[in-house]
């Protein structure tokens, strides 16, 4: 079964509104999230690292005011993607796991700004 | 930092055949290798992962090679059957824990 769920699984949202994305690890904890993005027939671009208790770290060429992530607790992981524009719309994935267990990843969110 | 390269894109293999897919990564610290099978509309799964101590790895019809020397590694699938198309990932793990995946290989099984 799933070891890591992602809700929800498909959002439309107006331009200018916030739309927030839960990942939680089941059954395990999870100090350390991972939020990547993935536009249609391309590879998963690792956009943070969501880190249990401390702020996220992110690549280079994210907007961490645009995209906020939360991860308050040793199960949940939040991304809100702040003032949305049709250029977010895209397929966001995340995951969890590490150096001891192998990282999983949950079903992704299809988020679609009109 | 780490950079991973894939390659084919795009394969096709007879129902039956093999399928091998290549990757070469740049930094000689990463140490875990994970493949990923990605169908549409879903998240990445896990299908076989190595560590970069073990050279060679094996799960019924899917096997994973690594070269440390060459940082190359590889997936070969064998017996291939319909359920096996789509698209997979080969990644490496950087020291700091993060996954960096390669540009992906569509494999169509063909009929």
């Known amino acids: 079964g799933a070891v890591v769920s992602q809700h929800p699984s498909r959002v439309i949202c107006k331009s200018g509104t916030s739309v927030k994305i839960e990942c939680r690890s089941l059954?395990?904890?999870?100090?350390?999230m991972f939020w990547y993005r993935q536009f249609p027939k391309q590879s998963l671009m690792l956009m943070a690292t969501?880190?249990?208790?401390?702020?996220?770290?992110?690549e280079q060429g994210v907007e961490k005011d645009k995209f906020l992530i939360n991860h308050a607790s040793l199960t949940l992981s939040t991304l809100t993607v702040t003032s949305a524009h049709p250029e977010d719309s895209s397929f966001y994935i995340c995951?969890?796991?590490?150096?001891?267990?192998?990282?999983?990843f949950g079903n992704g969110t299809r988020l679609t700004v009109t | 930092g780490e950079n991973v390269e894939q390659h084919p894109s795009t394969l096709s293999v007879q129902e039956g055949d093999s399928a091998v897919i290549k990757c070469t990564y740049s930094?000689?610290?990463?140490?875990?290798f994970p493949w990923y099978k990605q169908e549409l509309g879903k998240g990445p799964q896990l299908i076989i992962d190595?560590?970069?101590?073990?050279g060679e790895k094996k799960d019924q019809r899917i096997a994973v090679t690594l070269n440390k020397t060459a940082k190359h590694f590889s997936l070969h699938i064998t017996e291939t059957q319909p359920e096996d198309s789509a698209v997979y990932f080969c990644?490496?793990?950087?020291?700091?824990?993060?996954?960096?995946f390669g540009k992906g290989t569509r494999l169509h099984i063909l009929p």
């Open positions: 995951s969890a796991g590490g150096v001891n267990s192998p990282l999983h």
């Open positions: 930094d000689s610290a990463s140490n875990y």
């Open positions: 969501s880190n249990e208790g401390s702020k996220a770290t992110y």
């Open positions: 059954d395990f904890q999870a100090t350390t």
């Open positions: 990644a490496a793990s950087t020291p700091d824990d993060k996954i960096i």
């Open positions: 190595i560590r970069s101590n073990v």
